[in-house]
Antibody, heavy 126, light 110 residues
Framework: QLQLEESGPGLVKPSETLSLTCAVSGGSISSSSYKWGWIRQPPGKGLAWIGTISHTGSTYYNPSLASRVTMSVDTSKNQFSVRLSSVTAADTAMYYC??????????????????WGQGTKVTVSS | QSALTQPASVSGSPGQSITISCTGT?????????VSWYQQHPGKAPRFMIYEVSKRPSGVSSRFSGSKSGNTASLTISGLQAEDEADYFC??????????FGGGTKLTVL
């Protein structure tokens, strides 16, 4: 059974860079049928897509965050990461990693996030 | 890309049916049949419920169904149960590998 687990600092200072990693277990990150995404949720608010990366390293970012976001993948460690620079209090949120369907079969959840990590809470504060 | 519009809250009694709307634009919901829905209980990660507007993944109850008309997608829950009380989020593909979520709807089972 595929599992995703986020890790990273729970506290980041304003203007610094937030860095999180998502470890994938029970399956290969190199599957061509899936991509890998980051989604965040500020306290008491809705979900917001941050970006998606393929196992080949192709990246797709939310236009509103694109100037500050960098995603990377390490297939040898079966994990992927996100970096968000110049953070402010508005970046305080629960950050989730998730698997995103990228195939065309009838049972493939194309574009949808079908497996999620449990999330990691990040607070931006001095 | 603006967030999709969902009602802040809906409610229903056990056994009843409710529908949650998700309104987008011609650039997202109206142009692609790639709308998905997620259920989130307090303090938990979202759970994948519906994909490609109306398809249900294995393990999701048939009481959950999805549809779309024009720029608005909908999630219907029939035979409402206490365990359905949660937040629900829609998500749509918006072209160029961009995704947009709705603001979320809190479902209360009376």
């Amino acid at each position: 059974q595929l599992q995703l687990e986020e890790s990273g600092p729970g506290l980041v200072k304003p203007s610094e860079t937030l860095s999180l990693t998502c470890a994938v277990s029970g399956g290969s990150i190199s599957s061509s049928s899936y991509k890998w995404g980051w989604i965040r949720q500020p306290p008491g608010k809705g979900l917001a897509w941050i970006g998606t990366i393929s196992h080949t390293g192709s990246t797709y970012y939310n236009p509103s965050l694109a100037s500050r976001v960098t995603m990377s993948v390490d297939t040898s460690k079966n994990q992927f990461s996100v970096r968000l620079s110049s953070v402010t209090a508005a970046d305080t949120a629960m950050y989730y990693c998730a698997r995103q369907g990228s195939c065309s079969s009838a049972t493939c959840p194309r574009t949808a996030f079908d497996v999620w990590g449990q999330g990691t809470k990040v607070t931006v504060s001095s | 890309q603006s967030a999709l519009t969902q009602p802040a809250s809906v409610s229903g009694s056990p056994g009843q049916s409710i529908t949650i709307s998700c309104t987008g634009t011609n650039s997202d919901v109206g142009s692609y049949n790639f709308v998905s829905w997620y259920q989130q209980h307090p303090g938990k990660a979202p759970r994948f419920m519906i994909y490609e507007v109306s398809k249900r993944p294995s393990g999701v109850s048939s009481r959950f169904s999805g549809s779309k008309s024009g720029n608005t997608a909908s999630l219907t829950i029939s035979g409402l149960q206490a365990e359905d009380e949660a937040d629900y989020f829609c998500c749509s593909y918006a072209g160029s590998n961009i995704l947009v979520f709705g603001g979320g709807t809190k479902l209360t089972v009376l």
